[in-house]
């Protein structure tokens, strides 16, 4: 189970992170290559592993905003809430209906699709002069909001607050920033819920041992991959994201088509 969890854990950091859906790459590779399913445990220690890597990287703004009152940081905990009240009262639908029907590969490479090539139109027309600092709390519910479209596999979390933010005038590098910053509140609350359902319903599939290697290494790759990310988007476009999950998004309609 060790090389499986380290496996998704890396999976999850990098695709969580980059706009290219980390919920539906974590659907995806098991069905594909039919591994066993590490269940809840792993669930819990990625989430884990994300929040420590957003909060580990962004310290220094979050400790600012709270420092200097800063309103941003009160705008953040505003935008969380639509997405963490569907997550919370919707988390056993959503997982139901998207994840585990025999559908979920379809639903994923549509996402994949359609989400991308509105990636791309968002940022090609995007006037990219606004910054962070700029921020309103209008501007933060409608990425707040725009989160929400993440609980469809496929869709990408990263990848809508960032065409949110585009589509609000946010430069790339900015754009991502915020979705980062937008993210810790989610990941962390994520986190804490699956915990406690871990704690009433304690998962075989995993030791303690697995469970700390899946947290150690989502933490690490997870701070790669923001800082690649966020140096990448000063000087390139989304491009090459646009690109890979419209070939995946293929692959997977076909693949789909093909196992049936």
């Not at 989430?47 to 009152?69: E, R, Y």
């Not at 707040?144 to 596999?153: D, E, H, K, N, W």
């Amino acid at each position: 189970m060790l090389p499986i969890v380290i496996l998704l854990s890396i999976v999850q950091a990098i695709t969580e992170f980059l706009p290219i859906s980390s919920s539906a790459h974590l659907l995806l590779v098991p069905w594909a290559f039919n591994l066993t399913d590490p269940g809840l445990a792993f669930d819990t220690a990625i989430h884990i592993g994300t929040a420590l890597a957003l909060l580990v990287f962004f310290w220094k703004d979050f400790w600012k905003m709270f420092k200097t009152k800063d309103r941003l940081l009160w705008y953040i905990i505003v935008a969380s809430i639509p997405a963490g009240l569907i997550g919370f009262f919707g988390d056993k639908f959503i997982e139901k209906t998207l994840h585990v029907s025999s559908y979920a590969p379809l639903i994923v490479g549509l996402g994949m699709i359609f989400f991308s090539i509105l990636l791309y139109y968002v940022d090609q027309v995007g006037k990219k002069r606004e910054q962070e600092k700029e921020i309103t709390l209008k501007q933060s519910l409608f990425v707040g909001f725009a989160q929400v479209l993440a609980f469809i596999p496929g869709a990408s979390r990263s990848g809508v607050t960032i065409t949110a933010g585009l589509w609000l005038g946010f430069t790339r590098e900015e754009a991502a920033r915020f979705s980062f910053l937008l993210a810790t509140p989610i990941s962390l609350g994520a986190g804490l819920y699956k915990a406690l359902e871990l704690i009433r319903n304690p998962s075989p599939n995993l030791s303690n041992f697995d469970l700390f290697v899946g947290i150690v290494v989502t933490f690490l790759a997870g701070i790669v991959v923001i800082k690649w990310l966020l140096d990448y988007l000063k000087k390139h476009s989304m491009l090459i994201f646009v690109i890979y999950r419209v070939v995946v998004g293929i692959g997977v309609i076909g693949l789909w088509l093909i196992r049936r």
